[in-house]
């Protein structure tokens, strides 16, 4: 069966650098998302792609984060200055045309 | 704005007990409602849906029924087993945008 991959599954930073979060939707896919959980708090999302652009993204989805599908398969998060308070699990999720989003594992970011 | 809430977790069960997680949420309009399934180490699966007043969601045993009059989609199992071990999300989206709501998530643990 079809799923979401994400790499890496963890990822360690210092404060300030840039790190890329990769996901591989699934390939008839359209709808692709990215949500995070900091630890002991709820899933929150942060963006939404469609057709090559942003169609929704949330109040904590600023200028330091980006997001790509930079070859038709992959869909990147960037975080370009990391914070502390960017620990968190991150998950990327996609969707056919119904309301079903599949996730995929998850990588969980630590910024020391 | 639109929110779920969830009862407090963890919640510690013997096998073959009853199981009820609850769900409320805040919303306006119709929107469809989840229950999400996170196992150790994997991602957010989808466990069952309902996308209007009084359908009944189903998967693997589970059962939950969207209430409008309660604004309720509680979670019920008849008999859990340990492999039921996992964190329950509940969730809500609207057609658009699409992206999902969560709860904070209950973690169930079956005893044998």
């Known amino acids: 069966e079809p799923e979401v991959t994400q790499t890496p599954s963890h990822q360690v930073t210092q404060m300030g650098q840039e790190v890329i979060l990769r996901c591989v939707p699934i390939s008839n896919h359209l709808y692709f998302y990215w949500y995070r959980q900091i630890l002991g708090q709820k899933v929150e999302f942060l963006v939404s792609f469609y057709n090559n652009e942003i169609s929704e993204k949330s109040e904590i989805f600023d200028d330091q984060f980006s997001v790509e599908r930079p070859d038709g398969s992959n869909f990147t998060l960037k975080i370009r200055s990391t914070k502390l308070e960017d620990s968190a699990m991150y998950f990327c999720?996609?969707?056919?045309?119904?309301?079903?989003?599949?996730f995929g594992p998850g990588t969980r970011l630590t910024v020391l | 704005g639109n929110s779920v809430t969830q009862m407090e977790g963890p919640v510690t069960l013997s096998e073959e007990a009853f199981l009820t997680i609850n769900c409320t949420y805040t919303?306006?309009?119709?929107?469809?409602l989840f229950w999400y399934v996170q196992y150790p180490g994997e991602g957010l699966q989808l466990l069952l849906k309902a996308t209007k007043a009084d359908d009944k969601g189903s998967n693997k045993g589970f059962e939950a029924t969207y209430r409008k009059e309660t604004t309720s989609f509680h979670l019920e199992k008849g008999s859990v087993q340990v492999s039921d071990s996992a964190v329950y999300f509940c969730?809500?989206?609207?057609?658009?945008?699409?992206?999902?709501?969560f709860g904070s998530g209950t973690q169930l643990t079956v005893l044998p």
């Open positions: 919303a306006t309009g119709y929107p469809s």
């Open positions: 999720a996609s969707r056919p045309i119904t309301d079903t989003q599949y």
């Open positions: 969730a809500l989206s609207y057609f658009l945008p699409r992206q999902l709501t």
